[in-house]
């Protein structure tokens, strides 16, 4: 065998890199973030946590105990700039400080993440820059999911005063509804007019929304956002990134 010499690639040439944590059971977020974010601006690693078939308080909590083991799976030597955890129910019912000790708690001390970031932080953070304080709010999930995500818009001043679901638990189907139904449900949910309100959050990473949002806002007039365009536009801040 013959023995070869080699150089290593200068640090300086290095990529941002961005770590992203997708539910087992989501279709959606990485599609989008692979059309998000170029290859040519960032290098984008993915892991995923083992997750319910369906959303429910109970399966959301449970994520917390495999979070760490998740991110654990990132290639342990390289050195990511922000890791963003991918479910917003996930992060309203875990809490926004708990995901970002249970991502910390899995990379080893030579490589911190120095800055972590989830659905919820990334749309308080994403109200906060346009001057919303009043979201029209559809949901794909059961009520009593999404409460606990009004709860924590409303903690920091973010009111939901019109909310809409299509009331649905299984994450197979939540991926399949098409995008003439999420158009048609969010503008049926803001005809109400009676009600103020200055943006529209479309909920859920599995939501397959991220070609409805620019109609949407010709139609209604409003910012309108998604959990997938916040999120990217939160971890591309944190990073120095910017996005297609």
């Not at 709010?137 to 409460?147: G, Q, R």
Request: proline share 6%; aromatic share 4%; with cysteine.
């Amino acid at each position: 065998m013959e023995t070869f010499s080699y150089t290593v690639m200068p640090e300086a040439k290095r990529l941002p890199a961005i770590g992203l944590i997708v539910l087992q059971s989501d279709e959606t977020i990485e599609q989008d973030f692979r059309r998000l974010f170029s290859p040519r601006v960032c290098d984008l690693y993915i892991s995923r946590v083992p997750s319910g078939l369906e959303v429910t308080a109970d399966t959301l909590v449970e994520m917390a105990q495999t979070l760490p083991t998740a991110v654990s799976l990132f290639p342990q030597s390289l050195a990511l700039d922000v890791v963003g955890y991918g479910c917003t129910s996930g992060s309203s019912v875990i809490g926004p400080d708990r995901v970002a000790a249970l991502v910390r708690e899995g990379r080893p001390e030579s490589h911190a993440v120095p800055a972590v970031t989830e659905p919820l932080s990334a749309l308080i953070a994403a109200c906060k820059m346009r001057g919303i304080t009043r979201l029209a709010l559809l949901s794909p999930y059961i009520e009593d999911v999404s409460a606990a995500l009004r709860a924590r818009l409303s903690e920091v001043g973010i009111e939901t005063p019109l909310f809409g679901s299509f009331n649905e638990s299984e994450e197979a189907k939540v991926a399949r509804i098409d995008e003439a139904s999420i158009v048609a449900a969010a503008t049926a949910l803001c005809e109400d007019r009676s009600s103020d309100f200055d943006g529209l959050f479309l909920s859920c990473t599995n939501l397959k929304a991220l070609d409805v949002l620019t109609p949407l806002e010709e139609k209604l007039g409003v910012p309108v956002m998604s959990s997938n365009s916040v999120l990217a536009d939160h971890m591309g801040l944190l990073a120095g990134i910017k996005l297609v």
